[in-house]
């Protein structure tokens, strides 16, 4: 049997240090089946988060269907290992355990690497760490994942790749000024491989977004600054593929996806309460009664 992510790797962080092993013979994910992976990862993260006693739930369910869209057809990654492969930056790093079901759905983590999530020694916590197969990055300090993305979108160009940057930032994330440095950036050097998701479900972590700081009217805000802006829904797949497919230009892409904090779970939609607290077991119970399948 394949050994857990938990026990591979001594030092934490170190990519040479995970050794390569088969993998698990998976399904292939095709656009059709977008709904059906976001299901997949919605249920991935209420056992996941129950089992660990953990919180972020409202915030990775709002995630689901926009990481399904990238890893059902729109990412050319087909090994996490591939050079040429398109990058993700997960940006709002505390959603880490929605990518890590999209991860494992593809065959890049085992049943058992999902289990030891934050476990003693575990290479899967809250925020995604890049020595696992599929993070290309380490986030969790938010408002420095386009930073991040922008600079690996100039490499791109630099190297004259024609590979693309993704990056997933929070709704919340638009308070920092780092941001707005990093979009202006990008723009300067249009940066037209570069392609941000905004999950735009105006909540926080202590409250809703437009009474901490109000960001409307967002897509003009971002077009403001030199970017191709869309907005779109963001739990609608089509909708999702269809905008990517169309973009175009030589400004780096946005997408203010509008999405519902704690999709899927009736009693936790649009509940501050659920960025922080984890379930209790009759929580966990209603939760996964009631959860709510799309596909």
Known sequence: MRAPLAT?????????????????????????DALEMADGIARTVLIQSHRAHVGHI??????????????????????????????F????????????????????LTDADLDSFCGDASLLGVHPEH??????????????????????ALAAHLERSDRRIFALLSDAECDEGATWEAAMFAAHHELENLIVLVDNNGQQALGFTREV?????????????????HEAPGHDPKVLFRTID?????????????T?????????EGQIRWHYLPMSDDEFELAMNGLHFDA
């Open 131 to 152: 020595a696992l197969p599929g993070i290309d990055f380490s986030t969790g300090s938010l408002g420095q994942g386009l930073s991040f993305a922008v600079g690996a």
């Open 246 to 258: 169309g973009l175009s230009g030589d400004r780096p892409h946005v997408i203010v996806a509008d």
């Open 8 to 32: 591979r790797g001594a030092v934490l962080g170190s990519r040479a240090e995970v050794a390569p092993e088969p993998r698990r013979a998976v399904r292939s994910w095709g656009r059709e």
């Open 213 to 229: 700081l109000s960001l409307d009217p967002m897509a003009e805000r971002w077009s403001a600054f030199g970017w191709d802006v």
């Open 89 to 108: 930056v997960l940006s709002k790093g505390h959603a880490a355990l929605a990518l890590y079901g999209a991860l494992h759905l593809r065959g890049w």
């Open 58 to 87: 409202g915030s990775c369910l709002s995630v689901a269907d926009l990481l399904a869209v990238l890893y059902c057809g729109v990412m050319r990654v087909e090994d996490p290992a591939d050079v040429d492969r398109d990058r």
């Open 260 to 268: 519902t904090f704690g999709r899927r779970v009736p009693y936790m």
